[in-house]
């Protein structure tokens, strides 16, 4: 990958197309070897593509500099490489008229500077935008020039690259495990005999906090195998894995409470209402979840939730029998089937020797379950928060399921 971009590299933009052009990649069960970002500089522009043919690459997709203003330049900077002259193509300057005209603008001359391209290159046309790209081949390595607005990016993209990878090469099948409660690396260990036993299965690892992702990829023709890892894997891992398809923790558990015809309400401290939030993100969660509190202050947790005075006096806030009185309080005041509840330190002030930054309790109570866990954090105040929102719909989560069995 050729990201060009002054913008790319000062902060002003995100490289999103990198991001598109490897996924789709892996998709196909291909793995994107370099990116490489430069300046809207043809000296820059031209060093990096003869550093691509140097290497041997077979293709090399390009992103930007293909739009109308005195900095896009990567038509004539490949005219360089390939030692050509810049050609206008004219059904291209046709189809440029007619797209600014439709949109009741004038046809400026830099506007039909995008009709340029390296000779002896192919056009691709653009049905989203007016920079056309082009597919320019030269010492044995194929350059794909495409325009650097995303949306423009990835249509042409997936109707050019891709289709043609796709068409040529194996057709791949994939599956995903979702985990909660585990760090990448004890995720590896607990697969690396699974890894093993199933060696034409390609595993990946991607960590997206708090969550960690397993995928399992394999030509079609193996899928067998695949699902036999996925198996393997899910023994492995056990109750970490809280889903095999994209969604969130919060949504599984409204499911299986939903399964349940049972309620919930949440009552909440150091988390500020995240839980509360984590469920009413997931559209149709009303007819689970019936109400939140927000009890930060001691205060609030007696007049709310019924903590008792004595409680707090003794034990704290952060302790196994507030979160406890809070989970009951909550349940009860909203009349639901379970309650939730959380607090502690999230920090980064408030620590004692007894109590450290990061110490937190949460609570979950309901039918047959009154249940409380502490945990112990390493991380700023806003990942000890998500944790811990994460953690308590865990701590449900895996209580229905052993009400489930």
């Known amino acids: 990958m050729l990201a060009i971009g002054d913008e790319l590299l000062d902060g002003r933009v995100t490289d999103t197309n990198t991001v598109c052009l490897g996924r789709a990649l892996t998709g196909l069960g291909l793995t ?15 060093r990096a593509a003869r550093a691509a043919i140097a290497r041997k690459a077979g293709l090399v997709v390009v992103s930007g500099g293909l739009g109308p203003t005195m900095d896009d330049i990567t038509a004539e900077a490949f005219a360089a490489v390939a030692g ?3 050609v206008r193509d004219e059904e291209q300057v046709r189809a440029i008229e007619e797209r600014l005209r439709s949109r009741g603008r004038a046809v400026a001359d830099n506007q039909l500077k995008q009709a340029d391209r390296p000779e002896g290159s192919e056009v691709i046309s653009n049905p989203r935008g007016t920079a056309p790209g082009f597919s320019l081949v030269h010492d044995g390595c194929r350059f794909v020039a495409l325009p650097g607005v995303p949306h423009e990016f990835e249509y042409l993209l997936r109707t050019t690259v891709i289709a043609e990878l796709g068409a040529d090469g194996p ?10 409660g585990l760090v990448e690396g004890d995720v590896d260990a607990l697969l690396q005999h699974v890894r093993r036993k199933h060696a034409d299965v390609r595993f990946g690892f991607r960590a997206k906090f708090p969550e960690i992702h397993v995928s399992f990829k394999v030509e079609a023709s193996r899928q067998t195998e695949l699902e036999a890892a996925v198996v393997a894997a899910r023994k492995e891992l056990g109750a970490h894995v809280y889903a095999d398809v ?5 949504e599984v558990v409204l499911n299986l409470l939903r399964n349940e015809g049972a309620t919930l309400a949440v009552a909440e ?3 500020g209402g995240l839980v509360a939030d984590n469920l009413t993100d997931v559209a149709g969660s009303s007819d ?3 109400a939140g509190v927000v ?8 007049k709310l939730l019924g903590v008792a005075a004595e409680t707090l006096a003794t034990v704290g806030a952060v302790s196994e029998n507030t979160v406890m009185q809070m989970a009951n309080g909550v349940r009860e005041q909203a009349g639901t089937t379970y309650g939730l509840s959380t607090s502690g330190i999230a920090g980064p002030g408030g620590g004692t020797a007894d109590k450290p930054v990061g110490t937190i309790w949460i609570g979950a109570v309901g039918p047959s379950l009154a249940v409380a866990r502490k945990l112990s954090l390493p991380f700023d105040r806003r990942g000890n928060k998500v944790v811990t929102a994460y953690a308590v719909l865990d701590l449900l989560r895996r209580a229905l399921l052993t009400n489930a069995t």
């Open 32 to 46: 994107l070897a370099q990116r490489t970002t430069v300046a809207d500089d043809i000296e820059a522009i031209v």
């Open 84 to 86: 050509v002259d810049l």
């Open 171 to 180: 057709q791949i099948v994939e599956a995903t495990l979702y985990t909660f």
């Open 246 to 250: 994209p969604i969130s923790m919060a």
């Open 269 to 271: 401290s150091c988390t």
């Open 288 to 290: 689970v979840f019936c």
């Open 295 to 302: 009890s930060y202050a001691n205060t609030a947790k007696e």
